[in-house]
């Protein structure tokens, strides 16, 4: 993880006071606007938030809020799948998994989409799509658990709202914070969805979603095994359907790095009987989607 620093002086700050000095900072930003072009204080806040580093300055309810209009929005340009007893199934793994999670505080909402090719992706606030091609490329229910787990992950790091802060910061604030027009705030959604800006992870935000994952399937008794398995999958898949992964691995990275570093936390996790691989219920899924 990295360590917060104060901005003037580079000196590490202490966990107890990184929320104050964060305030402050905001507190200065949207002081600095009053009187003042907007235009020349986000230059500033700009500077300040890229100093920051992998800050989140949004509330939970700042980020369902932003969740659910980015969703309103989403949904009327995918095609999502109604089948109950599918819908259903992913649902059920999908909470199991939330029980276990490092914030299972707000509500999750699992969905499958029949858009093409292999994916899965997170929306903020607790949003979590899966690709109906990903569940067909699964060969067993701990390698969908261990892609839910993974984007659970970005959802317990809120990496989505810490692009967010980085990209937009002082208009983002400007327009969730200080609730401005709601119009402006629909606006500012469409240009996000349009540039596809949440999925642009660092690297270090999909390994950090990678290590999340594999922590949370073994939680909820699952083999993490299939994390190893699944990246596995896509690195097969890419050579004899490239197409198929093209849009995960452009907002992904390369799958063979990833094998290697989640093998190396799956060896350092304490012994556990009982991890389940597979269900019946799981491979009567994929005969149902075939």
């Given at each position: ?5 104060c901005?003037?002086t580079k000196?590490?700050l202490a966990p107890?006071l ?25 230059n ?5 938030i890229k ?12 980020e369902l ?10 949904e ?5 799948h ?9 649902n059920d793994?999908g ?7 490092k914030?299972p505080?707000?509500t999750?909402t ?23 091609d990903?569940i ?11 892609v ?7 959802i317990?790091?809120?990496?989505s709202m810490?692009r ?5 910061s002082?208009?983002?604030i400007?327009q ?5 027009d ?6 500012l959604?469409?240009d996000?969805?349009a540039?596809g800006?949440?999925f ?15 922590q ?13 398995g ?6 097969a ?17 390369m ?13 350092k996790?304490?012994?556990k009987s ?17």
């Amino acid at each position: 993880m990295k360590q917060n620093y104060c901005l003037f002086t580079k000196t590490a700050l202490a966990p107890s006071l990184q929320g104050c000095y964060f305030t402050a900072c905001f507190v200065l930003i949207l002081s600095l606007g009053i009187g003042c072009n907007f235009t020349t204080v986000g230059n500033v806040g700009n500077t300040i938030i890229k100093e920051l580093g992998d800050v989140n300055i949004f509330t939970d309810a700042e980020e369902l809020r932003f969740g659910r209009e980015y969703v309103a929005q989403h949904e009327q340009k995918v095609r999502i799948h109604r089948d109950p007893v599918v819908t259903n199934y992913v649902n059920d793994l999908g909470q199991s998994l939330v029980r276990h999670s490092k914030r299972p505080n707000i509500t999750y909402t699992f969905k499958v989409v029949e858009t093409k090719g292999i994916n899965a992706y997170a929306i903020p606030g607790g949003f979590i799509y899966v690709h109906l091609d990903l569940i067909r490329a699964a060969k067993n229910e701990s390698e969908l658990a261990a892609v839910l787990g993974h984007e659970i992950g970005h959802i317990v790091g809120q990496h989505s709202m810490k692009r967010l802060t980085q990209v937009y910061s002082i208009e983002i604030i400007k327009q969730l914070i200080l609730d401005e027009d709601a119009s402006k705030f629909k606006k500012l959604v469409a240009d996000v969805l349009a540039a596809g800006l949440l999925f642009r992870y660092s690297r270090d935000h999909e390994r950090e979603s990678d290590f999340y994952g594999v922590q949370n399937v073994y939680d909820a008794s699952i083999a993490p095994e299939g994390a190893a398995g699944f990246f596995e999958t896509l690195s097969a898949t890419r050579r004899t359907a490239p197409s198929a992964v093209g849009k995960f691995l452009s907002t992904h990275p390369m799958p063979n790095e990833r094998v290697l570093n989640v093998r190396n936390q799956i060896s350092k996790l304490p012994p556990k009987s009982g991890l389940r691989t597979d269900s019946s219920r799981f491979q009567r899924i994929k005969q149902r989607i075939r």
